[in-house]
C-alpha cells in the first residue's frame, strides 16, 4: 500500500520557469491537501480539495494552481516561480470514515523545490 | 479552527517522559485535540486524537482536563528516534481548513 505519493521529490527552477508538483493516493480518501514548510516553520496550508471536483484556498494560495484531477491525484502548479516559493511541499489526503472526530491526515514524502 | 499554543522546543535524555502541553482556550463544544509528528524530511504522521478525559495508544498519552482549554501529550520512555517536531491541532469534523502552527522541537539526547 503505496498512501500518498509525491513526485518529483527533488526540484530546482530559475525565476519565471513553471511546474506541476503530482500527489496521488490509493487510499481512496475524499479529501486531499497541499502545504507548504518553510525552514523551521510549521505547515502552512496552500489549497486543498474537499472532495474530487472542489477545490479552494488555503493560508497562502497567491502563486499556484491546482487541479483534483479525479478522486486520486491533486496537483500544485507554480505558473512563474519566484524565489519566495523556495520551500519543501507536502501534499495529504484525509480519511473517510464513519466516526466522531476529525479524520486522520496522511502524508506524502514531500517535495523540496529551490527556485533561483 | 481554534488557535493553539505549545513551546516552541523541549530538551530531554532518553528515558525520560516528555510532556507537552498545548493551551487552546476558545475550544468549541464540538472540537477535538489531535496530535501529529514530524521527523526531519518527512511529512507528519498521526499520534493520537482525544475529545476528553484520558486517551491512550501504543506511541502516546493525551490528558485533557474537564474545562479542555489545555492538553497535554505525553511520551514515555524517550529515545533519541522520538526527537522530532509535535504538532497540536484542535478541530471537528467538517474542518477543511487544517492548518499547523510552529509545533514543539523535542530533541531527545543520550
Known amino acids: 500500500n503505496a498512501g500518498v505519493t509525491q513526485t518529483p521529490k527533488f526540484q530546482v527552477l530559475k525565476t519565471g520557469q513553471s511546474m506541476t508538483l503530482q500527489c496521488a493516493q490509493d487510499?481512496?480518501?475524499?479529501?486531499m491537501y497541499w502545504y507548504r514548510q518553510d525552514p523551521g516553520m510549521g505547515l502552512r496550508l496552500i489549497y486543498y480539495?474537499?472532495?474530487?471536483?472542489?477545490?479552494d484556498k488555503g493560508e497562502v494560495p497567491n502563486g499556484y494552481n491546482v487541479s483534483r484531477l479525479n478522486k486520486r491525484e491533486f496537483s500544485l502548479r507554480l505558473e512563474s516561480a519566484a524565489p519566495s516559493q523556495t520551500s519543501v511541499y507536502f501534499c495529504?489526503?484525509?480519511?473517510?470514515?464513519?466516526?466522531?472526530?476529525?479524520?486522520?491526515?496522511?502524508f506524502g514524502s514531500g517535495t523540496q523545490l529551490s527556485v533561483l | 479552527l481554534a488557535k493553539t499554543t505549545q513551546p516552541i522546543s523541549m530538551d530531554s535524555y532518553e528515558g525520560q517522559e516528555v510532556n507537552i502541553t498545548c493551551s487552546h482556550n476558545?475550544?468549541?463544544?464540538?472540537?477535538?485535540i489531535t496530535w501529529y509528528q514530524q521527523f526531519p524530511s518527512q511529512g507528519p504522521r498521526f499520534i493520537i486524537q482525544g475529545y476528553k478525559t484520558k486517551v491512550t495508544n501504543e506511541v502516546a498519552s493525551l490528558f485533557i482536563p474537564a474545562d479542555r482549554k489545555s492538553s497535554t501529550l505525553s511520551l514515555p520512555r524517550v529515545s533519541l528516534s522520538d526527537t522530532a517536531v509535535y504538532y497540536c491541532l484542535v478541530g471537528r469534523d467538517n474542518d477543511y481548513k487544517l492548518s499547523f502552527g510552529a509545533g514543539t522541537t523535542v530533541t531527545v539526547r543520550a
Open positions: 480539495s474537499a472532495s474530487e471536483g472542489t477545490t
Open positions: 487510499m481512496n480518501h475524499n479529501s
Open positions: 495529504a489526503s484525509r480519511e473517510t470514515k464513519f466516526r466522531a472526530g476529525p479524520e486522520k491526515l496522511f
Open positions: 476558545n475550544i468549541a463544544t464540538n472540537d477535538y
